[in-house]
């Protein structure tokens, strides 16, 4: 055994990366370190183990808590029992009905075989509207099959739970609370969560233990996995959001039509919006760098679009933190996090639901195979080919976006500019395309050369006309 | 011309500037016109709609009528004009008026003189505009979309209004630096202007004294271009961050 290991795994540890992939250098100092890199502070020493010889379970398959059951979770749990590991997913609340704008690409539905009861909306016109009011019509270059689904979380999160419910996984109403680290190395993860019985739903719960080999936290952004590890923290942005329910002539517009608001009135950082749900619309905005103003930017949101909601009622105003960027630290040991725990929200668009499903099925595809369908034990590098799947895949799309965001949401002007670049259909059609998707598709470069220099033109006119209204008063 | 300007309104023959200062000063009035239509139906005092913000705070839920809501809103707002503080014409949003503004765009019509329009004051009315939007936000409304687009005002008189008074001073930067690297590559290497031109390494240089001279044009300038690269590198950074510990298990599975 040891003769025939030892060239494998000789191999294994060339190749066996744990490097960050190319598209991210890797800096010889961290002084510089964006937030809390002191919670990460233990230098720990490089050494690569090959998961190949990590021993095999006795007699049991590899035992996984999936913390969490939004998007991120159900299809993790979902994966990990399909691939043969024995699951238990952990939610605190199983019709929770997170706020949410609930907007999926379609290759989300392909991807994850969705249903299509479960998309309340059609989107296939989004209304862009510049701080100086131009509107802009963006979806005309859909073909007629495409879309962008609103879906409810809780019918979509219930959804991906029962799906993964019957593929094996134990689904625990429960609060997770905190979890002890292995005592030895192959020892197991100790989860302490409270038991809500579903006869008395009122009571604090009962507080029950469980002993698992690995732990998946996708238990979004106020993660307690991700205390639990000293994943140390991201900035957020808070998204404000109000649910109205607006008369039924009111509603047709709205009928396969959302809109973004930009504005330093309406967000510094972000953008309001107008999205439509089943009955009812969604108004709202978010902001990173002004968070104690958010009632005043919701009440310009609402200012922005009130000839097309008046009349209205407010059934439901809702908050959320939206995190900005991964985590210091999202892998350590047995514990990985996926989904908002972890961080993957894009900037400009706010989109995180594919992407915490996704970062799901990638951790548990990566358990899977390091675990030989839950044969043997999984060690940190299994859980480092999730990450650097991941990164790979979806890096040049977080940047792009955020690129996009520093560029066009700094300033009234660049707003004005990104509305108007907004009007082109080569534009509209790259970015339905990458966003339906998520796919960058190379564009024509007779046209990108085009968009290049329209949109400089763009800018420049915006941001002269900026520097004369700076110099008038009114 | 001559058959043109009779249909010209009276105030074109006055300079623009002027113009926008009589403007300026027939705006309240017809504001407070505006204000009057507007206002009906926004009955209710301050004090149901403070109510209101109370129990949100309070609850968050619950069916609260958005319409007063949007009182609260509109009582936000800084009273722009004297005409705001009357008790008729409270709680109602000022909304941006210019004659010259028809139909969601400029009249152009309205800037022409001798024939041609006066583009510098499309530039003009439309940054007024733009500046009274930031201070007044206002609905985006579908029946009158803003159809005006920047872009239809040429090339030129951008560049006429925006560039010139710049142009000389940076022609001339960019003059003197060319001239000093010239002189230092050729004192330095012995190669002469001529052979300079044909040189990769000049050309570079050349070139990065351009850009240098566009981007740079005042010394805070020097700040802002740090930033961005600061800026463009952060994300990548948070992102790397878990890259950047060394890994290890932190007990080794062989046996």
Known sequence: ?474 | MALLSPVLPTFSSLSPNLSQKLHRTLLPKKKSSLFLTRGTGNGAGNVGSAAVEEKLEEKKEGAIPLESEEKKVEEKLPPESPDSNGAAVKAVVPTFNDRRWVGGTWDLKQFETDGKTDWDAVIDAEVQRRKWLEDNPEASNNDEPVIFDTSIIPWWSWVKRFHLPEAELLNGRAAMIGFFMAYFVDSLTGIGLVDQMGNFFCKTLLLIAVAGVLLIRRNEDIDTVKKLLEETTFYDKQWQATWLEDETPRVSNKE
């Open chain 1, 1 to 474: 055994m040891a003769s025939l290991s030892s060239p494998t795994a000789a191999a294994r540890r060339q190749d066996s990366p744990l490097l960050p992939f190319v598209g991210l250098r890797r800096s010889p100092s961290d002084n510089c370190m964006p937030t809390s890199r002191n919670a990460v502070s233990s230098r720990r020493r490089l050494q690569i183990c090959a998961a190949k010889s990590s021993p095999r379970l006795p007699g049991r398959p590899l035992r996984v808590a999936v913390v969490g059951g939004g998007p991120a979770g159900g299809a993790a749990a979902e994966s990990l029992a399909k691939g043969g590991v024995e699951t238990i997913l952990i939610e605190r609340k199983l019709d929770n009905c997170k706020p949410c704008g609930g907007a999926i690409p379609l290759c989300m539905v392909e991807e994850f075989d969705l249903p299509l009861e479960l998309i309340d909306r059609r989107v296939t016109k989004m209304k862009m509207i510049s701080p100086s009011n131009v509107a802009v019509d963006i979806g005309r270059t859909l073909k007629p099959h495409e879309f962008i689904g609103m879906v409810r979380r809780e019918v979509l999160d219930a959804y991906l739970r029962d799906r993964a419910a019957e593929a094996g996984a134990q689904v625990i109403n429960g609060l997770f609370l905190h979890l002890d680290p292995p005592e030895s190395g192959e020892g197991p993860y100790r989860l302490h969560y409270n038991l809500y019985d579903r006869g008395r739903p009122s009571a604090a719960g009962d507080r029950q233990t469980v002993e698992v080999d690995a732990v998946v936290g996708a238990d979004g952004a106020n993660s307690r996995v991700a205390k639990s590890i000293g994943a140390g923290d991201y900035d957020y942005a808070i998204a404000f959001q109000e649910r109205v329910k607006i008369p039924e002539e009111k509603m047709k517009y709205y009928e396969e039509r959302a809109e973004m608001y930009v504005g330093d009135d309406v967000s510094p950082d972000f953008y309001g919006w107008v999205f439509p749900k089943c009955d009812h619309v969604a108004v709202g905005t978010g902001t990173v760098t002004h968070k104690g103003e958010i009632k005043r930017f919701q009440a310009a949101t609402r200012l922005r679009a009130r000839d097309k909601i008046e009349g209205g009622k407010i059934i439901r105003v809702e908050a959320h933190p939206i995190p900005e960027h991964p985590r210091p630290r999202r892998v350590l040991g047995r514990v990985a996090l996926i989904g908002d725990a972890a961080g993957y929200v894009t900037k400009c668009s706010g989109e995180g639901i594919y992407f915490a499903a996704k970062s799901g099925r990638m951790c548990a595809e990566a358990i899977v195979a390091g675990s030989e369908s839950g044969t043997r034990m999984i060690d940190e590098s299994d859980l480092r080919k999730y990450l650097k799947k991941f990164d790979q895949m979806y890096w040049p799309t977080y940047k792009v976006l955020d690129v996009l965001q520093k560029v066009f949401y700094r300033s009234n002007s660049a707003r004005e500019a990104f509305v108007e670049m907004c009007a082109d259909e080569y534009v509209q059609k790259m970015t339905f395309d990458s966003y339906l998707y998520k796919r960058v598709v190379p564009g024509n470069p007779m046209e990108d050369l085009k968009l290049a220099v329209n949109t400089i033109g763009s800018l420049v006119r915006a941001s002269a006309l900026k520097r004369e209204m700076n110099k008038i008063t009114l």
